[in-house]
């Protein structure tokens, strides 16, 4: 199954890269700096859908104290903050291009950071608080809380009117803004790509960490 996984994520990986940088046209006004879109949106909405997961897996620990459910939640951060830097990044190295500068102050930018900081403080709690059913549930309420920033990252475009584009793609997006044709597609599949790859590796490490614990408890026990 994990071969077969690794196989399905490869072959995805290569058709994106091949519509990518092959088959969606170049953008008209931007160049070919545009087709870092095809990264930045799929890695904005993987570091945002995985703090509502990891919050929603908090509560079902906070409701049930499996740990396995906290197990998940690591997991998941820990992936969702390379998402996040791969957000943050993609997002610099298209704005200089494009706006003239490397990092402006406005809402989205800001949001995006808010929730870097957010699984910073989650692993750093998790790394350095003495371990313990009370790190688990502190833990737990951060995630909670973090992912109160997650919508104000969606609308923070359409609230406050700045350099940043409109949504182009989504139920909220409008007709000037909405990507067409070649360039959605494009980029539907780069989500789906990235979010099975970035998945497939909590899978991964979830199970390394509950195969960890169980050691763990064996070793303890003896």
């Not at 995630?143 to 700045?162: K, S, V």
């Not at 409008?174 to 998945?199: H, M, P, R, Y």
């Amino acid at each position: 199954m994990r071969k077969f996984f690794i196989l399905i994520s490869a072959l995805l990986t290569f058709i994106n890269i091949y519509l990518i940088f092959q088959w969606v046209p170049t953008e008209i006004n931007q160049g070919a700096i545009q087709r870092i879109l095809y990264l930045h949106v799929p890695l904005a909405w993987v570091s945002m859908l995985t703090i509502i997961i990891i919050a929603i897996t908090s509560i079902i620990y906070l409701i049930t104290k499996n740990i396995i459910w906290d197990h998940i939640s690591v997991s998941l951060a820990e992936v969702g903050i390379v998402s996040a830097i791969g957000m943050l990044l993609s997002g610099i190295i298209w704005a200089k291009p494009v706006w003239g500068v490397w990092w402006t102050g406005e809402a989205k930018l800001t949001t995006a950071l808010i929730l870097f900081f957010i699984y910073c403080a989650y692993l750093m709690f998790r790394n350095y608080f003495p371990p313990g059913p009370l790190r688990e549930r502190s833990a737990a309420v951060i995630a909670i809380i973090g992912a109160i920033d997650t919508p104000f990252i969606y609308y923070a475009a359409q609230i406050w009117e700045q350099n940043h584009p409109t949504i182009v793609i989504g139920p909220l997006a409008t007709q000037e803004s909405n990507l067409g044709g070649d360039l959605a597609l494009t980029l539907l599949f780069s989500i789906l790509t990235i979010t099975l790859i970035f998945f497939l590796v909590v899978f991964q490490q979830t199970r390394f960490k509950i195969l960890e614990f169980k050691f763990n408890q064996i070793k303890t026990k003896t």
